[in-house]
């Protein structure tokens, strides 16, 4: 079996280099969380050559991508490879969010650069299957790459069997109030609450939802039932709540209780926490 060598990269080579005139196949417009199970190129700093590689979901590590090799085109039009990096080794690396675009290798080159369908590993290694708990999963790792049309498809199929599933709730109604869509998250918690009045999670959800819809008494009753449910394991929960409970205040007319608010943030907030350095911005 080869070693793998597991990597983190943050950021794909980008600008414009010179080209062959056989290119125009590869279409560098693809986000890469539209290319799950994808063989993909994308530019690399030195002329007419691209990397290559396999994009897929680890359960754990999230979207990933398994390098091949580099390829140039040659003048007969063909793609010429390069695998000498995966010769001994698996590389993969694990896909930040700032990844730039790449391009799908068309099916019709898979022969040039002697492709499979998809890698002989993939069987053994990826083990997404159509449950309920791998459909939260998969949708908690759209969610947290900030494709939550993508995420919804997911989640939706949970929701259908198992509407209370741990933890899928709160990921559903990220997804709506990320898309704008605030009646639907709005509706989901709501529904979460009602099976479970305890969970913050779903409280602080639910108060930023209506703050977004400028529904203020709402948001105030919402997010004053959820600091008080808040213990003292929450209290990065508690600060943000307060902080939006500012917000909600501020943008009511109310401003003795937006100070007040804004004061309990600063207070409860941990040091060096995002909304310690949001309320240090109001001062």
């Not at 280099?17 to 125009?24: A, E, I, T, Y």
Request: aromatic share 14%; with cysteine.
């Amino acid at each position: 079996m080869k070693p793998i060598i597991l990597l983190l990269l943050t950021t794909l080579a980008s600008g414009v280099f010179g080209q062959s005139n056989r290119v125009d196949t590869l279409q560098f417009d693809k986000r890469y969380t539209r290319c799950e199970k994808q063989w993909v190129a994308f530019k690399n700093k030195k002329d007419k050559e691209y990397s290559y590689g396999y994009i897929y979901i680890d359960a754990q590590a999230g979207f990933t991508y398994d390098a091949k090799g580099t390829f140039t085109i040659g003048a007969d039009d063909k793609y010429i490879a390069d695998t000498t990096i995966s010769k001994n080794s698996s590389i993969k690396y694990r896909i930040a969010p700032n990844w730039g675009n790449v391009a799908l290798i068309p099916t019709s080159r898979y022969k040039e650069l002697n492709l499979p369908a998809e890698p002989s590993w993939l069987k053994f290694y990826y083990n997404y299957t159509d449950t309920v708990a791998h459909n939260v999963r998969w949708g908690w790792t759209y969610n947290a790459v900030n494709d939550c049309e993508i995420a919804l498809l997911y989640l939706q199929k949970a929701y259908a069997v198992k509407p209370h599933a741990e933890g899928l709730e709160f990921e559903m109604a990220y997804a709506y109030n990320a898309l704008g869509q605030l009646d639907n998250a709005i509706s989901i918690l709501n529904a979460g609450l009602a099976f479970n009045p305890k969970d913050v999670m779903l409280i602080r959800e639910l108060g930023y939802s209506y703050l977004q819809k400028a529904d203020y008494p709402n948001c105030i009753r919402i997010y004053k039932q959820g600091i008080e449910q808040c213990t003292d394991k929450q209290i990065d929960t508690k600060s943000e709540m307060a902080l939006n409970l500012s917000a909600a205040y501020k943008r009511s007319g109310d401003e003795g209780q937006y100070k007040t608010w804004l004061d309990n943030a600063r207070n409860w907030a941990p040091v060096g926490s995002p909304v310690a350095e949001i309320v240090k911005r109001q001062q």
